[in-house]
């Protein structure tokens, strides 16, 4: 059975940084296309960032892109989110999950199982 356990979330000040990381276990994780998603109160699960397993090519939303960075170490099988210069629009609790190439700010993640997430949350 899939199990992610998402860390690293906080309180932090507008325009401060925090490192998210992902661990999975339950399967052979290495070989799935993962993501990380956040959902804000009252919003939908969106998609934040991906990234391959291949080649580790990278993928952002608009919203993130130059201040959020995707990246994943095959050997330990965690996904990392660097995130710098952020904004209080990107509170919320983020959660990685499996997903689909080609990708977009539309995809959903398909482990068809979620962990608690890790809140984040910027004031200003």
């Known amino acids: 059975q899939v199990q992610l356990v998402e860390s690293g979330g906080g309180l932090v000040q507008a325009g401060g940084s925090l490192r998210l990381s992902c661990a999975c276990s339950?399967?052979?994780?290495?070989?799935?296309?993962m993501g990380w998603f956040r959902r804000a109160p009252v919003k939908e699960r969106d998609l934040v960032a991906a990234i391959t397993w291949t080649d580790g090519k990278p993928y952002s939303v608009d919203s993130v892109n130059g201040r959020f960075t995707i990246s994943r170490d095959n050997d330990k099988n965690p996904v990392y989110l660097q995130m710098i210069s952020l904004k209080p629009e990107d509170t919320a609790s983020y959660y990685c999950?499996?997903?689909?190439?080609?990708?977009?700010?539309?995809?959903?993640?398909?482990?068809?199982?979620w962990g608690q997430g890790t809140q984040v949350t910027v004031y200003t």
């Open positions: 339950g399967g052979t994780f290495s070989v799935y296309h």
């Open positions: 999950n499996g997903i689909l190439w080609p990708v977009s700010a539309t995809s959903k993640g398909t482990f068809g199982t």
